[in-house]
């Protein structure tokens, strides 16, 4: 059973900017037809979705967040990390990492069949 856990910095200031890492195991972030994404879900607000890297290493990010965004992968640690290019204090929010498992043509994810527990980021002003 795939298991995701996201580390990173609690308190995050808006330079440098933060990154947050998924560490896997149980399955390879590799493996064909695998989406591993990110999502954050704001204080009182509906989740936000970052984008993915995909499991051939390809990538897609949502429009409202791809010029704040870069998500990249250590296939040898079997981890991928989200870079946040850009944070104000209303990036505040519970990140979380979670796997794909079905893309529409528009690439946008459908289904999501793993998460992790969720890593809470608060951003000093």
């Known amino acids: 059973q795939v298991q995701l856990q996201e580390s990173g910095p609690g308190l995050v200031k808006p330079s440098p900017t933060p990154s947050l890492t998924c560490t896997v195991s149980?399955?390879?972030?590799?493996?064909?037809?695998?989406?591993w994404t990110w999502i954050r879900q704001p204080p009182g607000k509906g989740p936000e979705w970052f984008g993915y890297i995909a499991f051939n290493g390809s990538t897609y990010y949502s429009p409202s967040l791809k010029s704040r965004t870069s998500i990249s992968r250590d296939t040898s640690k079997n981890q991928y990390t989200l870079q946040l290019n850009s944070v104000t204090p209303e990036g505040a929010a519970v990140y979380y990492c979670a796997r794909g498992v079905e893309a529409d043509p528009r690439g946008r994810l459908v289904a999501l069949d793993a998460w992790g527990q969720g890593t809470l980021v608060t951003v000093s002003s």
């Open positions: 149980g399955g390879s972030i590799t493996t064909n037809w695998h989406y």
